[in-house]
């Protein structure tokens, strides 16, 4: 810049011949994020129809075991089960925290489930235990215990997959129904009527 002489300077950031970089970083990081929330979006949907398929699974197991090896290899499964599955467990069993509400007395509920079942319902969640981690997963192996079962068991997985999908759809929608009713109610003016 020379002395003397007066530059105007752009401070516009919409304007496209001085700020092109910047929204073209704006356009790259907004796919970036749609892209992102479309990659959650459907591994969310993945664990959703796996643990449907470990449901159906579950509802056709008819184990021919002993109930005293089942009650020791119960104990192992569910012993070496993280926190989290011991914890997931116990809710699909429908047990519940004592009054104060702690989660590690949850996980030890399901921890001695094997104490109180019989020898069928022992093998059934000792069947259960070992599906749920697969269960949880959104990805798909080679060697994945929960396919094996669902095709073992003749689980529909297409069926559940499109039930899983209309089902995340119907939430989504109200949930935008909620926003949209949220946003409408937010943008009142204060003496209008209601």
Request: proline letters at 0%.
């Given at each position: 810049m020379e002395k003397g002489r007066l530059v105007k300077v752009c401070a516009n950031p919409d304007c496209k011949v001085h700020f092109a970089n910047r929204q073209k970083e704006e356009e790259q990081r907004l796919r970036w994020k749609a892209g992102k929330q479309a990659e959650n979006r459907k591994a969310k949907q993945t664990v959703n129809l796996r643990y449907r398929i470990l449901a159906e699974v579950l509802k056709r197991v008819k184990p021919p075991f002993g109930n005293e090896e089942l009650r020791i290899v119960a104990q192992f499964i569910l012993r070496s089960l993280s926190h989290d599955l011991a914890c997931r467990l116990a809710k699909r069993h429908g047990l519940e925290p004592s009054k104060k509400g702690q989660d590690w007395e949850l996980a030890d509920k399901a921890r001695s489930l094997y104490k109180t079942v019989d020898g069928a319902a022992l093998a059934a969640l000792i069947f259960e235990a070992v599906l749920l981690a697969p269960a949880g997963t959104a990805t798909e192996t080679k060697d994945d215990p929960l396919t094996d079962?669902?095709?073992?068991?003749?689980?529909?997985?297409?069926?559940?997959?499109?039930?899983?999908?209309?089902?995340?759809?119907?939430?989504?929608?109200?949930?935008?129904?909620?926003?949209?009713?949220?946003?409408?109610?937010v943008r009142k003016p204060k003496g209008a009527p209601k």
């Open positions: 079962a669902a095709r073992l068991y003749k689980v529909d997985v297409k069926a559940l997959r499109s039930a899983v999908v209309k089902a995340e759809r119907e939430k989504e929608g109200k949930q935008k129904a909620a926003k949209l009713q949220k946003m409408k109610a």
